[in-house]
């Protein structure tokens, strides 16, 4: 069983996101530390890129705080070294094929294997297009989280079949970003994924803000996301964000167990 695979073994779980370097490094890895300690199953870290395309504002901004502060993908990599040191909760890096494709495929994947990491996410690859990152990640033990969205339709029974780690289902079309309601049939995602692939996890993101929220999806999937309302925080407390980032992370772990 990989790492990622663990994340979901003890029941539904809980994956929020941080953008390293956001408000500092020094922050972004006691964050991390606090997250995994108030529940987090599995901890998504933003690898900061000029151009997020699947990104709202609030993590858009998160990408220009940490670049403008001297963020790089070495310093991500030397970030989840130190954090390996630390805690064993499963870490991946989502990020845009531009970052990978600069630093090298080879080279990343390779990197990312030696720091501990155990998977990648990569939003703006297409499932068709995969493999040229799949296979070099696959060769350094990482796996490559596969994407859906609603508008999937005929593609999900495919993309589940070769996924590795977990499925992300994408709740809603656009970027990310909270929203005030999901009216996706998630559950109708799932079972698609389910029938092609019984044995992988799917776990929703986009738009889960709230408690109540994340109980809705974990209760039709294996867990929830959430990555701009804890962004959110950052930006609003910087340094001091970790109490606030540590107690959210309870309160919504505390909402997705409440689905199983």
């Known amino acids: 069983m990989s790492n990622i695979s663990s994340a979901f073994a003890g029941g539904k779980a809980f994956i929020p996101f941080v953008t390293c370097g956001d408000p500092d490094i020094e922050t972004t890895e006691r964050l991390v530390l606090a997250m995994a300690e108030a529940g987090a199953d599995l901890i998504e870290l933003g690898v900061p890129f000029s151009d997020p395309t699947a990104e709202g504002v609030v993590i858009q901004a998160a990408n220009l705080r940490a670049l403008q502060g001297g963020m790089t993908t070495d310093k991500a990599f030397a970030l989840v070294e130190r954090l390996r040191q630390q805690t ?27 720091v501990g990491l155990d998977g990648l996410i990569l939003p703006d690859v297409p499932f068709e297009e995969k493999e040229e990152f799949a296979a070099p990640a696959r060769a350094c033990g990482l796996d490559l989280v596969s994407l859906i969205a609603p508008t ?29 309601e999901i ?26 803000s709230t408690p109540e929220q994340a109980a809705a999806m974990a209760a039709v999937s294996d867990g929830a996301i959430v990555g701009s309302a804890i962004v959110k925080l950052c930006a609003q407390y910087g340094a001091d964000a970790v109490p606030h980032v540590a107690d959210y992370v309870r309160q919504m772990k505390a909402a997705v167990a409440s689905a199983n």
Do not use: W
Request: with cysteine.
């Open 88 to 114: 064993k909760v499963p870490l991946v890096f989502m990020t845009y094929a531009n970052v990978v494709f600069s630093y090298g495929i080879e080279r990343f994947c390779a990197r990312a294997a030696e």
């Open 152 to 180: 999937s339709h005929d593609r999900i029974r495919a993309i589940a079949a070769q996924a590795e780690g977990f499925v992300y289902c994408v709740s809603s079309l656009g970027v990310t970003g909270v929203r005030s």
């Open 183 to 208: 009216t996706t049939d998630i559950g109708a995602m799932v079972a698609l994924v389910k029938q092609a692939n019984p044995a992988i996890p799917c776990a929703v993101g986009f738009g889960i």
